[in-house]
């Protein structure tokens, strides 16, 4: 499972989802801001001032939950705020796809 806790800056997000994760059995933080460094440590992307603007990002970001999950199952918590509607839906549709194919392993 993956909850994703989307909204406003400030609004209180990485809070809640630490008090989710102490609260939830096998619950884990994945803090996607993680893989933006991990992007920008490599150098030579272009500077588009936010990380949510390179298509890795979005892509590792899905991969990663869905890599993370099918090797220790549970549920990941994940604060972040995406205000761009076609990067959620991006990430939101590979999400679903990764939850449709686990579903089809697991069943």
């Given at each position: ?39 920008r440590s490599i ?22 939950a869905r890599q ?40």
């Open positions: 499972m993956i909850i994703w806790l989307n909204g406003a800056f400030g609004a209180g997000k990485t809070t809640t989802a630490r008090a989710l994760t102490a609260v939830l059995p096998d619950a884990r933080l994945f803090d996607t801001e993680q893989v933006g460094y991990l992007l150098g030579g992307l272009p500077a588009l001032g936010d990380f949510q603007h390179w298509p890795p990002w979005r892509a590792l970001v899905v991969d990663t993370v999950l099918d090797y220790v199952g549970g549920t990941l918590v994940i604060p972040r705020t995406v205000l761009v509607r076609r990067y959620w839906d991006e990430i939101s549709a590979g999400l679903a796809a990764a939850a449709t194919v686990r579903g089809k392993r697991r069943g």
